[in-house]
């Protein structure tokens, strides 16, 4: 199982920095995408990055989203900036064997993190 940490609340316009890791299994030998799910609404992508590194964004991630890799912290990071109210959501993170959006192909999930952006 994965776990996942560093939502909470913060202004419109802030940072957040959230992170992924597990305790039983390496996450290096696995893509690790996150996703999030906001009330009333399905789950979606946000980013994902595959085993050699290679990061992945959907259209709301792209520019304002950076995902990244510590191999010796067995974690993975979600750096978000410049936050908007559109963007709450509890984020969660999961481990398959390649990237993609598809919510079904990701086999280890995590209770994700709660993230509200807000004033």
């Known amino acids: 199982q994965v776990v996942e940490s560093g939502g909470g609340l913060v202004q419109p316009g802030g940072s957040l920095r959230l992170s992924c890791t597990a305790a039983?299994?390496?996450?290096?030998?696995?893509?690790i995408g996150w996703f999030r799910q906001a009330p009333g609404k399905e789950r979606e992508g946000v980013s994902c990055?595959?085993?050699?590194?290679?990061?992945h964004y959907t259209d709301s991630a792209k520019v304002r989203f950076t995902i990244s890799r510590d191999h010796a912290k067995n974690t993975v990071y979600l750096e978000m900036n410049n936050l908007k109210p559109e963007d709450t959501a509890r984020y969660y993170c999961?481990?398959?064997?390649?990237?993609?959006?598809?919510?079904?192909?990701?086999?280890?999930w995590g209770q994700g993190t709660q993230v509200t952006v807000s004033s």
């Open positions: 999961a481990a398959d064997l390649g990237c993609g959006w598809d919510v079904h192909e990701f086999d280890y």
């Open positions: 990055i595959s085993t050699d590194g290679t990061p």
């Open positions: 039983d299994f390496t996450l290096k030998h696995y893509a």
